[in-house]
């Protein structure tokens, strides 16, 4: 089987988001799964991003230029590789389109060519194939950013032998991310008015690019099982497109994402002052070290029996930071002890709250603005108790990598969390978090009372700890579930012929 995974980031090339974790990981999971490698192929493709360092990832100038179709106009493309074991990565250089400071847009505004930069590289990730004789099976498209990938295979590419036996599959990383533009952006696709219709691309009387990946695509998947029945329920999860969702019901599957486990192992990781996992002795000493030191780092009082609460998110009121603003002052004034560390960026008028009440609560919650790994592995090892109350999560990958910490996490009914938190109860020593009974202020303020009063039973805690580092949520059951559908859609090509 043979493979194109096309995204518009992916690490360890270039990362704004979730997305480039799962594009950066979930080829490799893949291949690893696959029954016959000698057979099988899957190649990557991104735009080569100007942040990009050619040298770092030794990259390589391919003969041959890719001549894309915009609008009126030709544009031309070349190509460069990452060879990178049996996983290879090729990149569209166009200066135009991507030697920018930022990925989609600065100042908080998208670059007001994206409609025009995308239409580029979904065409150019088709002619790639062509210009390397690389017959694809599958093309596995990610977010809005590659949704007229599906749409040229069905319109554009209908009749072209060389896509013959080629099915697309269209993966939904976010739902508000969609990719609406003015409709004489069709002009620039190449695509007829035919498909300007409310059934195809037409969205409110623009062009949606997500709409494209999920009308034509021959699959539909989103990133957890419970994101996948939200977003087909109500237009407040399913951003306006609840409608086509439900049309496509019985071609819609919801994907749970994995997180990579060796980056993310407390036993291996080299940022963290004591490695440790549930199978030590002492892995509760170890993780108190942890504690310590960030406690030190993040100029919190050195108390190795104050809760200490985290997060690690982009600042934003889907986060959950409203609700986090509000409670965090009630925690501080009702449980003397309790600190927290917060670590992420993003709206500027969340950043000022976060800020003062920082300063307010000196010695007791630490604010840092912008994104450190270092710093992340430290919070998710040196923390108790992991707050995730986002008021929508399509999956979620800070809740799992606390988990294989041992830090438990307080999280909102919502999405993946349903999907990897299991509710602590006072029947069963299963277990590894901590559920909200619904997305509220005050329900997190009572389900947080609760996960503090059951840390103070240390042996309840370290029961729940070992739950959740021993949870499985590496690639390989993400991988396997993929390689089921690309069969069923290389399969439903083949019978459809």
């Given at each position: 089987?043979?493979?194109?995974?096309?995204?518009?980031?992916?690490?360890?090339?270039?990362?704004?988001?979730?997305?480039?974790?799962?594009?950066?990981?979930?080829?490799?999971?893949?291949?690893?799964?696959?029954?016959?490698?000698?057979?099988?192929?899957?190649?990557?493709?991104?735009?080569?991003?100007?942040?990009?360092?050619?040298?770092?990832?030794?990259?390589?100038?391919?003969?041959?230029?890719?001549?894309?179709?915009?609008?009126?106009?030709?544009?031309?493309?070349?190509?460069?590789?990452?060879?990178?074991?049996?996983?290879?990565?090729?990149?569209?250089?166009?200066?135009?389109?991507?030697?920018?400071?930022?990925?989609?847009?600065?100042?908080?505004?998208?670059?007001?060519?994206?409609?025009?930069?995308?239409?580029?590289?979904?065409?150019?990730?088709?002619?790639?194939?062509?210009?390397?004789?690389?017959?694809?099976?599958?093309?596995?498209?990610?977010?809005?950013?590659?949704?007229?990938?599906?749409?040229?295979?069905?319109?554009?590419?209908?009749?072209?032998?060389?896509?013959?036996?080629?099915?697309?599959?269209?993966?939904?990383?976010?739902?508000?991310?969609?990719?609406?533009?003015?409709?004489?952006?069709?002009?620039?696709?190449?695509?007829?008015?035919?498909?300007?219709?409310?059934?195809?691309?037409?969205?409110?009387?623009?062009?949606?690019?997500?709409?494209?990946?999920?009308?034509?695509?021959?699959?539909?998947?989103?990133?957890?099982?419970?994101?996948?029945?939200?977003?087909?329920?109500?237009?407040?999860?399913?951003?306006?497109?609840?409608?086509?969702?439900?049309?496509?019901?019985?071609?819609?599957?919801?994907?749970?994402?994995?997180?990579?486990?060796?980056?993310?192992?407390?036993?291996?990781?080299?940022?963290?002052?004591?490695?440790?996992?549930?199978?030590?002795?002492?892995?509760?000493?170890?993780?108190?070290?942890?504690?310590?030191?960030?406690?030190?780092?993040?100029?919190?009082?050195?108390?190795?029996?104050?809760?200490?609460?985290?997060?690690?998110?982009?600042?934003?009121?889907?986060?959950?930071?409203?609700?986090?603003?509000?409670?965090?002052?009630?925690?501080?004034?009702?449980?003397?002890?309790?600190?927290?560390?917060?670590?992420?960026?993003?709206?500027p008028d969340l950043e000022k709250e976060l800020t003062a009440l920082s300063e307010r609560?000196?010695?007791?919650?630490?604010?840092?603005?912008?994104?450190?790994?270092?710093?992340?592995?430290?919070?998710?090892a040196g923390s108790d108790i992991f707050l995730m109350p986002s008021e929508f999560e399509?999956?979620?990958?800070?809740?799992?990598?606390?988990?294989?910490?041992?830090?438990?996490?307080?999280?909102?009914?919502?999405?993946?969390?349903?999907?990897?938190?299991?509710?602590?109860?006072?029947?069963?020593?299963?277990?590894?978090?901590?559920?909200?009974?619904?997305?509220?202020?005050?329900?997190?303020?009572?389900?947080?009372?609760?996960?503090?009063?059951?840390?103070?039973?240390?042996?309840?805690?370290?029961?729940?700890?070992?739950?959740?580092?021993?949870?499985?949520?590496?690639?390989?059951?993400?991988?396997?579930?993929?390689?089921?559908?690309?069969?069923?859609?290389?399969?439903?090509?083949?019978?459809?012929?």
């Amino acid at each position: 089987m043979n493979v194109l995974f096309a995204a518009s980031e992916a690490v360890p090339f270039c990362k704004t988001g979730g997305l480039a974790d799962v594009a950066g990981d979930l080829p490799k999971a893949i291949l690893a799964q696959l029954p016959d490698k000698r057979k099988s192929r899957i190649l990557r493709f991104l735009p080569k991003h100007s942040l990009i360092d050619p040298r770092k990832f030794a990259l390589e100038k391919i003969p041959g230029v890719l001549k894309i179709p915009v609008g009126e106009k030709i544009e031309e493309g070349g190509v460069y590789v990452c060879k990178e074991g049996p996983l290879w990565t090729f990149f569209v250089e166009n200066e135009k389109y991507f030697d920018r400071p930022a990925l989609y847009g600065q100042a908080g505004k998208d670059f007001e060519d994206n409609d025009e930069r995308f239409a580029f590289f979904s065409r150019a990730a088709l002619e790639l194939c062509k210009l390397i004789d690389f017959v694809p099976d599958i093309v596995h498209c990610h977010d809005w950013q590659t949704g007229l990938i599906p749409a040229y295979l069905k319109t554009v590419y209908a009749t072209d032998a060389f896509f013959h036996r080629t099915a697309s599959i269209f993966t939904i990383h976010n739902i508000a991310y969609q990719g609406n533009f003015h409709k004489q952006s069709l002009v620039l696709t190449g695509l007829g008015w035919s498909e300007f219709t409310q059934e195809k691309l037409e969205f409110f009387d623009q062009v949606s690019f997500l709409k494209a990946g999920l009308t034509y695509s021959d699959y539909v998947t989103t990133v957890s099982p419970g994101y996948a029945r939200e977003i087909q329920t109500t237009e407040r999860y399913g951003a306006g497109m609840e409608g086509i969702l439900k049309l496509r019901e019985k071609n819609l599957r919801g994907i749970l994402n994995g997180i990579d486990e060796n980056t993310w192992n407390p036993a291996k990781d080299s940022r963290i002052i004591s490695k440790f996992s549930p199978r030590m002795k002492d892995f509760e000493w170890r993780k108190k070290s942890c504690k310590r030191e960030l406690q030190k780092l993040c100029g919190l009082g050195v108390d190795n029996e104050a809760p200490l609460l985290s997060m690690v998110a982009r600042v934003d009121p889907q986060k959950g930071f409203r609700m986090t603003l509000e409670i965090l002052p009630k925690i501080f004034d009702e449980h003397p002890k309790v600190q927290a560390v917060i670590l992420g960026s993003g709206a500027p008028d969340l950043e000022k709250e976060l800020t003062a009440l920082s300063e307010r609560f000196k010695g007791r919650f630490c604010y840092e603005k912008g994104f450190n790994d270092p710093l992340a592995h430290k919070i998710y090892a040196g923390s108790d108790i992991f707050l995730m109350p986002s008021e929508f999560e399509p999956c979620g990958l800070g809740q799992m990598i606390a988990m294989k910490y041992g830090t438990i996490p307080v999280v909102t009914p919502t999405g993946g969390l349903l999907d990897t938190v299991t509710p602590k109860t006072q029947e069963s020593s299963g277990g590894n978090g901590f559920i909200c009974a619904d997305i509220s202020s005050a329900a997190l303020h009572q389900t947080l009372w609760k996960a503090l009063k059951t840390y103070e039973d240390r042996q309840e805690w370290r029961t729940l700890m070992k739950n959740a580092m021993t949870a499985d949520f590496s690639w390989k059951r993400s991988a396997q579930e993929y390689l089921k559908l690309y069969e069923n859609a290389s399969q439903g090509k083949t019978r459809a012929d």
